[in-house]
């Protein structure tokens, strides 16, 4: 009877215990299921749970270690007999440990049991911070298609800041010089305080420097929890995080943050660095616009002072060049007495070379012979041109006035930047020209079409040379000899 006793009250005792440890687990559940709630919450909480659910609770005590961040029951004290349970969560580790105050075994049940919990809480941080991330890139990029430059660089730091509990930071990127450009500092939270001459938002690489220079200069994420020198009336910092932002391994920005209470966690870094990531082809489609529309300023004002400087040109011609310019049109190869200035009597032959050279140097009027491509049973067709980046459009232009095939090149509006018009022998020949040696396979190129013609009905003669024998002839940088798609028979040739 008393051995019958013994294994019931030891059974009991068994029941007992693992009853506790599944109220811990159902415990940890319930918390971890409560909407939003904050991954520092769940851990204090655990750590409460904890030592109700060993075996000896009354000198169980526990301690959590997560993230540069501790978590300790009440009375916390160590001892050497301790168990514990490690897991790594996104680079970042998490450690349960338990101690007993006195010598006492650990039962297997126990081991299981913290085990289950340090993965149990694993499950819930990689959901909790997946959700927070996803929520966190969303916001920033409805920040990016809201709101214009101006207000979208301050709206973007203003969730990071708030996010990870930051008093002070800049949102900031590299400009077309290479220097940093910092629109969204926080000015309104610090900057009335640094009393530091000269503060600018344009920073000069020259001048990077401290933690922030050498995130730029290293490309890497760079976190500093001082201590800081500071020139007197600088601001205070205690800690600061900059992580670079790259585009195809090019650092195009910066998001910097400063003055976190609890200093800046591995788990920060990662959560920046994800969302450097997520916006940098974002930004870089934004800096690519930018440059293109400044470019697009730059030559339509330079446009502007051609056309300025060709009207007063053309205010300047009078009567006898526009006469001059008239004959020579119906006939440019007239001799100088053949023109009816000089069989009038109005001006001498010697008056009229002059009026000519006159025309010639001011680039009103250029002679040459051209050629009528129909009489020749040439063929011609036109290349429409997207570029990617506005500012490769001078390129393309040299490129394309160096070709001999090549008799216009014209800068469009609209979806196509430029317009290109193409001879050749034959379809075959421009379609081969245009295949293997243009540019409508480079890189900076969005998008090419070409469009063939069937005869040239005006002008009757266009201005082309196809005909030279020697390279110099041409200043088409392209030599047919060293092409392997001429040496394989896949393109004819220039003639």
């Known amino acids: 009877m008393d051995d019958l006793e013994k294994k019931l009250k030891e059974f009991k005792h068994n029941l007992k215990e693992r009853v506790k440890e599944l109220g811990c687990l159902y415990a940890i559940s319930g918390i971890t299921a409560i909407p939003n709630i904050p991954i520092t919450d769940v851990l204090k909480e655990?750590?409460?749970?904890?030592?109700?659910?060993?075996?000896?609770?009354?000198?169980?005590?526990?301690?959590?270690?997560?993230?540069?961040?501790?978590?300790?029951?009440?009375?916390?004290?160590?001892?050497?007999?301790?168990?514990?349970?490690?897991?790594n969560i996104n680079s970042t580790s998490l450690l349960i440990e338990v101690f007993l105050l006195e010598e006492k075994l650990f039962l297997d049940e126990e081991v299981n049991l913290i085990k289950d919990i340090a993965l149990r809480l694993k499950n819930f941080i990689e959901q909790s911070e997946n959700k927070q991330e996803i929520s966190l890139r969303d916001k920033i990029t409805e920040m990016f298609h809201k709101f214009p430059d101006d207000q979208m660089y301050p709206e973007v730091l203003e969730i990071l800041l708030e996010v990870l509990e930051s008093k002070m930071g800049y949102f900031g990127y590299i400009d077309e010089n290479g220097d940093m450009i910092t629109p969204s500092l926080t000015r309104d939270i610090y900057w009335e305080k640094c009393e530091i001459p000269d503060k600018?938002?344009?920073?000069?690489?020259?001048?990077?420097?401290?933690?922030?220079?050498?995130?730029l200069r290293q490309k890497k994420t760079v976190i500093s929890n001082g201590p800081f020198k500071f020139p007197e009336g600088h601001i205070v910092l205690t800690n600061v995080m900059c992580v670079p932002i790259f585009y195809q391994s090019e650092v195009i920005g910066q998001l910097t943050l400063g003055n976190k209470i609890t200093g800046y966690t591995k788990w920060d870094q990662r959560l920046v660095e994800t969302i450097a990531n997520h916006i940098s082809p974002i930004l870089h489609a934004r800096l690519d616009r930018d440059k293109m529309e400044k470019e697009r300023k730059r030559m339509e004002q330079e446009l502007k002072y051609s056309k300025r400087d060709r009207e007063k040109v053309q205010e300047e011609l009078d009567g006898i060049d526009k006469k001059i310019l008239t004959e020579l049109f119906k006939d440019g190869k007239k001799g100088l007495k053949q023109f009816e200035l000089f069989k009038s009597k109005v001006m001498s032959h010697t008056g009229i070379k002059n009026r000519i050279s006159n025309l010639i140097n001011s680039n009103v009027l250029k002679i040459q012979g051209n050629i009528n491509i129909?009489?020749?049973?040439?063929?011609?067709?036109?290349?429409?041109?997207?570029?990617?980046?506005?500012?490769?459009?001078?390129?393309?232009?040299?490129?394309?006035?160096?070709?001999?095939r090549v008799f216009f090149v014209l800068t469009v509006s609209g979806k196509y930047h430029l317009l290109i018009g193409i001879v050749g022998k034959s379809f075959e020949a421009i379609n081969n020209f245009v295949s293997y040696c243009s540019l409508v396979n480079d890189t900076d190129v969005a998008k090419s079409k070409l469009i063939f013609g069937s005869n040239l009905e005006l002008p009757e003669f266009l201005p082309i040379n196809l005909f030279g024998k020697k390279q110099e002839d041409f200043n088409c940088e392209r030599l047919c000899e060293e092409c392997d798609y001429f040496k394989e028979g896949l393109c004819i040739g220039c003639e």
């Not at 000198?59 to 897991?87: C, G, H, P, V």
């Not at 938002?201 to 933690?211: E, T």
């Not at 049973?377 to 041109?385: D, E, P, Q, R, T």
């Open 374 to 404: 129909n009489e020749l049973n040439y063929n011609l067709a036109f290349l429409l041109i997207e570029l990617r980046k506005f500012e490769q459009l001078k390129r393309f232009i040299e490129y394309y006035s160096k070709c001999k």
């Open 200 to 215: 600018g938002i344009l920073y000069k690489k020259k001048s990077w420097a401290g933690a922030w220079g050498e995130s």
């Open 46 to 87: 655990t750590i409460k749970i904890i030592p109700p659910a060993w075996q000896y609770p009354e000198i169980t005590k526990a301690r959590i270690t997560y993230d540069k961040s501790e978590y300790k029951s009440e009375n916390f004290m160590e001892s050497e007999w301790k168990l514990d349970a490690q897991i």
